[in-house]
C-alpha cells in the first residue's frame, strides 16, 4: 500500500515512475548518515577549531539546530511533491519554475562540485599514509569505483552504504573510548566546559563564522530528499530519516569535538596559525592513543569521504541533474534511465568526468581544498534559504494552513539563522557564489529570450486547483 502511495504521488504531477522503488526507512537513514559521514570533523577539524576559538562543539550545536529547521522545511516539502529533484522542485512548484531554475542552479554549486571535493581530500590523505602512490591515482581510483557501484543500481549503493556505516561507527566508539579515557587519566587540558562556552573567546560573528565552515559535515541530509522517487514507503518516511540522521549525526559530531578540543596538543597555537596541514584532529587522537590512533583516524577519514560519502553523493548529484533534464532545464540527455539498472545513466557519468577534471585540476592547487570547502558550503545554505521562503509561500500563502508552528514559524527561524551564517561567512566564497548566481540569471534570461521558461510538469494544473 505504501509503494502504491508513493507512486500515485509522482504520476499525479506527470511524470511516469521511472526509477525503482526499493528502498526502505532504514535505507534513507543510513544513506544521511553516510552522505553526512560520521567521522566528517575528523578532516576539517583543525579549521573550525580555529574559526571558532576552541569552540568547536558549541558551532557543531547551532548548526545541528539550524539544520533541523531546514530539515523540517525538506519534510513539509518532500509530503507535498513527492519526487526528486530536492530544492530545484520545492522551490520551483512552492514559488514558481524560475525561482525553482535559479534554486537548481545554486545548490548545484553544492551537488556537481561537493563530489570532487570529498574525492580530493580523500587522495591527499591516503597520499599521506601511501606516498608512494601518488594523489592523482588515488583520486582516479576513488571516481571510478564509485561509479561502478553506483551504475549497479541504488541497491548496490544502498548495501555498500550500510558496511560502510558500521566500519565508521567503530572507529569513532574507539576514539571516544580512548579520549575519554585520556581525559581521566590526565592529558590533554582535562575536562572542562570550553569546547563549548570559553568567555575569553566568544562573540556571536565569531561563532557563526565558524558555523559557516562546520556546516560541510551537515550537507547530505537533503540529499535523502533525492531518493524520494526511490523510497517505496510513504513520503513521511523521507521527512522522518532526515531529522533522525541528523540528530544522530549532530549528536556524534559534539560528542568527538568537545574530546579532541580538549586533547589538542597546543590549542592556542592552533587559533593563531590554524592547521596548515589539517592533522589537528590526528593529533589530538594521538595524544589520547598514540601513532596507531591517528593513523586509524586518518584511514578512517580517506575511506569515509573518498568512498562512503562520494558514493552518495555522486548519486544525489546524479538525481538533481535527471530531475533538471526531465524538466527541459538541462540538456534532455541526462534524463536517460538505463533500463536494466533503473539508474539516470548519463548523469551518473556526467558526474564522474566532472568529479575527475576537477579533482585533478584542484588538487594542482595549494588551496584548492579551502576554496572548494567555501564554495560548496554557500551554495548549499543559498538553496536552504529559498527552501524555507517556499514553504511558507506553499502552505500559509496558497494553502492556507493553520499548522503555524512546522509552516510559519520553524522556516521563519531557519531561514533567520542561515541567514547571518551567509552574512558571516567566507567572503570569498560570497563573491564567487554571486557570480555563479549571476550566470544562472543569464542562462534564464537566454531561455527567456529562447521562449523556453522553465516549466515543470502538472504545474498549471496545480495553480488552478489552488485559485479554485
Known amino acids: 500500500m505504501a509503494q502504491q502511495h508513493a507512486t500515485d504521488g509522482v504520476e499525479q504531477f506527470g511524470y511516469r515512475q ?16 553516510i552522505f553526512m559521514v560520521p567521522i566528517a570533523p575528523f578532516g576539517i577539524f583543525g579549521s573550525v577549531f580555529q574559526g571558532s576559538g576552541g569552540m568547536v562543539a558549541l558551532t557543531y550545536a547551532i548548526g545541528m539546530v539550524a539544520m533541523i529547521f531546514t530539515a523540517n522545511s525538506y519534510a513539509q516539502m518532500s509530503q507535498a511533491f513527492p519526487m526528486a529533484g530536492s530544492v530545484y522542485t520545492y522551490a520551483g512548484r512552492g514559488l514558481r519554475p524560475w525561482v525553482g531554475f535559479l534554486a537548481g542552479w545554486v545548490i548545484l554549486l553544492d551537488y556537481v562540485l561537493v563530489p570532487g571535493l570529498l574525492y580530493l581530500i580523500a587522495s591527499v590523505a591516503m597520499n599521506t599514509i601511501v606516498p608512494s602512490i601518488p594523489v592523482w591515482i588515488w583520486l582516479v581510483l576513488f571516481v571510478v569505483l564509485n561509479t561502478v557501484v553506483n551504475y549497479l543500481g541504488i541497491e548496490m549503493t544502498a548495501k555498500v552504504n550500510k558496511v560502510m556505516l558500521v566500519g565508521e561507527l567503530i572507529v569513532l566508539g574507539i576514539f571516544i573510548v580512548i579520549g575519554l579515557v585520556a581525559l581521566a587519566a590526565g592529558k590533554g587540558q582535562g575536562f572542562s566546559i ?25 550537507l547530505g541530509f537533503d540529499g535523502i530528499s533525492m531518493l524520494a522517487e526511490e523510497n517505496q514507503e510513504s513520503a513521511r518516511a523521507l521527512g522522518r530519516a532526515m531529522i533522525g540522521a541528523l540528530l544522530l549525526a549532530g549528536s556524534l559530531f559534539i560528542v568527538q569535538t568537545w574530546i579532541a578540543s580538549l586533547l589538542v596538543p597546543n590549542p592556542d597555537q592552533l587559533i593563531s596559525q590554524g592547521d596548515p596541514g589539517g592533522t589537528a584532529f590526528y593529533d589530538a587522537a594521538q595524544v589520547a592513543g598514540g601513532a596507531w590512533l591517528a593513523k586509524l583516524a586518518a584511514l578512517a577519514t580517506a575511506i569515509a569521504w573518498g568512498f562512503a560519502n562520494s558514493l552518495v553523493a555522486q548519486a544525489a548529484t546524479s538525481r538533481l541533474l535527471f530531475a533538471m533534464a526531465r524538466d527541459r532545464q538541462l540538456p534532455s540527455f541526462l534524463a536517460k534511465i538505463d533500463p536494466r539498472r533503473k539508474v539516470p545513466v548519463n548523469a551518473t557519468l556526467l558526474v564522474a568526468a566532472v568529479s575527475l577534471v576537477l579533482g585533478l585540476y584542484m588538487a594542482s592547487r595549494d588551496d584548492g581544498i579551502s576554496l572548494l570547502s567555501t564554495l560548496v558550503n554557500f551554495g548549499a545554505m543559498t538553496a536552504f534559504l529559498v527552501l524555507h521562503v517556499s514553504v511558507v509561500n506553499h502552505f500559509v500563502v496558497r494553502q492556507h494552513s493553520h499548522d503555524w508552528w512546522r509552516h510559519l514559524v520553524f522556516p521563519v527561524i531557519g531561514f533567520a539563522i542561515l541567514l547571518y551564517v551567509v552574512i558571516n561567512a567566507n567572503v570569498a566564497a560570497q563573491r564567487l557564489g554571486f557570480v555563479w548566481l549571476a550566470i544562472g540569471v543569464v542562462v534564464l534570461v537566454i531561455f527567456k529570450a529562447m521562449r523556453r521558461e522553465p516549466e515543470l510538469a502538472g504545474m498549471s494544473e496545480e495553480v488552478d486547483d489552488v485559485e479554485r
Request: glycine letters at 4%; charged letters at 15%.
Open 18 to 33: 521511472e526509477l525503482k522503488r526499493s528502498l526502505r526507512f532504514s535505507d534513507l537513514l543510513v544513506y544521511g548518515l
Open 194 to 218: 570550553t569546547p563549548l562556552f570559553n568567555d575569553a573567546t566568544f562573540t556571536w560573528p565569531l561563532v557563526f563564522g565558524a558555523v559557516s565552515i562546520a556546516v560541510l559535515s551537515f
